[in-house]
């Protein structure tokens, strides 16, 4: 089984050409270095959300509110999760990758014939794509786990090197939960919807947003007002992306952002992502409360599993999963 790492270590002069992304999809280049810089006043929002505090509740919920509106993406300071367990996280991330072979980390391949598998994959093509030239792969790999609800953790289907691998990756998860809900009910209010409303539209515990970390190389990059802005590494803060099913819920007055990950000839990139989504039997829809003769659905309703189907089948190229689901379509 191939991974991305055997064929970037294996002493190869060049990319395969399977994995480069056509030029319209491509950064610019400057000085060999395919990041794009933008000024500071450009870059996305960083919100200090005072340990969520309730003090400071009114305030903090208004600049999410703006930065939900306006990018979709924002990162948060003073989160209450110790910066030990982020560096913690990416320590483990990074040596599992770095410092075992690749043989022993095929133990735990994820299975490529289902989609979202738990364990260590990079994309691969299904068959009936082979031929198909046009399909891109990513440049990297991956490792998923299924975390929570606690029903679905087995931390026996998680590495087991480094040493700690296990323990930190649980603690992780329960702590990104934490501040994901607690990030969801500022979003709801945000908007004059109850506390829990996304919470209760998702029955699971998660309406639908990802955290993330990247270490110190950085590529990330989000689409705002039709161009690519970089999100510069910011190793203390956690990255919010709103994901599609928080603009269905928000009938499109919170947008999920578009992003994309670019790659260096010289470094090799960590980032951490957790995905907080709704259950698979959660149906998702508009909130009545935003709803109005001026303000019709934007979205019909779709249930979360089947969303997952059809975005394993077309791919997350651009927002067209969502657009599917656009009523005036
Ligand atoms: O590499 C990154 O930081 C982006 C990862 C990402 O967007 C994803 O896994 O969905
Ligand atoms: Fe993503």
């Known amino acids: 089984m191939m991974r991305v790492q055997s064929l970037s270590e294996g002493g190869i002069a060049e990319v395969p050409p399977r994995y480069i992304q056509p030029p319209e999809d491509r950064p610019p280049i400057h000085d060999d270095v395919t990041v794009i810089d933008n000024r500071d006043e450009d870059n996305i929002p960083m919100i200090d959300v005072f340990g969520f505090d309730s003090e400071q509740r009114d305030a903090v919920r208004k600049v999410i509110g703006d930065a939900c509106a306006k990018w979709g993406a924002f990162h948060i300071t003073n ?17 599992f990758f770095k410092d075992y072979p690749v043989e022993e980390k095929l133990k735990y391949a994820c299975d490529p014939n289902s989609p979202a598998s738990q364990g260590y994959g990079s994309k691969m093509l299904r068959p009936e794509a082979e031929a198909e030239t046009s399909t891109v792969l990513d440049w990297r790999d991956y490792f998923d786990h299924h975390t929570l609800p606690l029903s679905r953790r087995d931390p ?17 998860s329960d702590e990104l939960k934490m501040v994901a809900q607690k990030l969801l009910g500022l979003i709801s209010e945000s908007l004059g919807l109850p506390t829990s409303c996304i919470e209760d539209a998702s029955h699971s515990d998660m309406g639908a947003i990802t955290l993330l970390i990247q270490d110190h190389v950085g590529g990330l990059q989000i689409f705002k007002d039709s161009q690519w802005i970089t999100v510069h590494p910011q190793s203390h803060a956690i990255l919010v992306i709103l994901a599609d099913q928080m603009e269905i819920i928000t009938n499109g007055k919170y947008r ?3 992003h994309r990950a670019i790659t260096n000839s010289s470094s090799p990139r960590l980032s951490v992502a957790t995905f907080h989504d709704p259950a698979k039997t959660a149906k998702i829809s508009p909130a009545s409360e935003l709803i109005s003769n001026s303000s019709p659905p934007m979205y019909r309703e779709v249930k979360y599993g089947d969303y997952v189907s059809s975005w394993y089948t077309k791919g997350p190229k651009g927002k067209r999963n969502i657009d599917a689901l656009l009523v005036n379509s």
């Open 79 to 95: 989160h209450g999760v110790p910066f030990e367990l982020l560096d913690q996280i990416r320590g483990v991330g990074l040596s």
């Open 156 to 172: 026996s289907r998680w590495p087991h090197f480094p040493s700690n691998y296990r323990q930190v990756v649980a603690r992780y």
């Open 256 to 258: 999920s952002a578009q």
